[in-house]
């Protein structure tokens, strides 16, 4: 599917569900971006009820561990053209 973007564009996967953390491998392993959240997922690990923050922490670890950069608030916002409207 990632082929099929044209270049230049900026591309974000993500699942929900037990799969949010084991699909932000595959969604950089495919190029793209990720995100997470308890939008999304509800859960850390079987049992363990997640917070955002945690969900961060696990898909940063995974992130850095395939040898990806995160992008800072400054930065994403310089890459998607975005106007910073308060704070």
Not at 56 to 72: C, K
Request: charged letters at 20%; proline letters at 5%; a positive charge.
């Amino acid at each position: 599917m990632r082929q099929a973007v044209p270049d230049g564009w900026t591309v974000s996967a993500f699942s929900i569900g037990r799969n949010q953390l084991p699909y932000v491998g595959l969604a950089i392993a495919g190029g793209c971006h990720v995100r997470v959240g308890l939008e999304d997922n509800l859960w850390l690990s079987r049992g363990v009820p997640a917070t955002n923050g945690a969900l961060v922490t696990q898909a940063r670890r995974v992130a850095e561990g395939m040898g990806a950069r995160l992008l800072g608030p400054a930065e994403v916002r310089e890459r998607l053209k975005l106007t910073k409207r308060w704070g």
